[in-house]
């Protein structure tokens, strides 16, 4: 069974950056044919799409975040990584990965969910 | 991008009765390319619908859907206790995704 689990700090300093690591188990980035995404909740909100990679290294982000966003693949680990740059408090949230539900969409409706890893920016 | 609106913000019922929740989007959303999500505390969304009407995989028929364009509307039959949670719609038929605010179901 596919399963996603996101790791990283928990406490990000304003101006720096925020790093997280997904690890997929149960399936391979590379011979699945999908694209693997980000996904963040802010406290008490809603949903907010950030961002795709394919195991080639394709890339496609929310243009609200673009400037600050870099997604990537390591295959070998069978892991995907989220950066975001120049972090302020309106970037804490629960942040995702996820999976679009069909192959080679790098936007979809969602249908393998991590459970999430709470990022706070504070100093 | 495709802003959904979602209504009401709380919807207070009793287990048993039947809750009806509203997901309207700023413009067309092709293909009815529409799902709805729960989500309780401390958890990940759960996908309940696909395609505006399709249950996924091990969601119970008392929750169905309908919609299209830019009028979706989520069922849920008979409340159960375990239902009440929160709710939210997103469209996948335009880039970038986007999700509705959140319909919250509570216990009346």
């Known amino acids: 069974q596919l399963q996603l689990q996101e790791s990283g700090p928990g406490l990000v300093k304003p101006s720096e950056t925020l790093s997280l690591t997904c690890t997929v188990s149960?399936?391979?980035?590379?011979?699945?044919?999908?694209?693997w995404g980000w996904i963040r909740q802010p406290p008490g909100k809603g949903l907010e799409w950030i961002g795709s990679?394919?195991?080639?290294?394709?890339?496609y982000y929310n243009p609200s975040l673009k400037s600050r966003v870099t997604i990537s693949v390591d295959t070998s680990k069978n892991q995907f990584s989220l950066r975001l740059s120049s972090v302020t408090a309106a970037d804490t949230a629960v942040y995702y990965c996820?999976?679009?539900?069909?192959?080679?969409?790098?936007?979809?409706?969602?249908?393998?969910w991590g459970k999430g890893t709470t990022v706070t920016v504070s100093s | 991008e495709i802003v959904l609106t979602q209504s009401p913000g709380t919807l207070s019922l009793s287990p048993g009765e039947r809750a009806t929740l509203s997901c309207r989007a700023s413009?067309?959303?092709?293909?009815?390319?529409l799902a709805w999500y729960q989500q309780k505390p401390g958890q990940a969304p759960r996908l309940l619908i696909y395609?505006?009407?399709s249950r996924a995989t091990g969601i119970p028929d008392r929750f169905s859907a309908s919609g299209s364009g830019t009028d979706f509307t989520l069922t849920i039959s008979r409340l159960e206790p375990e239902d009440f949670a929160v709710y939210y719609c997103?469209?996948?038929?335009?880039?970038?995704?986007?999700f509705g605010q959140g319909t919250k179901l509570e216990i009346k």
């Open positions: 997103q469209q996948y038929g335009g880039s970038p995704p986007s």
């Open positions: 395609g505006a009407s």
């Open positions: 413009q067309s959303v092709s293909s009815s390319y």
């Open positions: 996820a999976r679009p539900a069909a192959k080679s969409y790098y936007y979809y409706y969602m249908d393998v």
């Open positions: 149960g399936g391979s980035i590379s011979s699945s044919s999908y694209y």
């Open positions: 990679i394919y195991y080639s290294g394709n890339t």
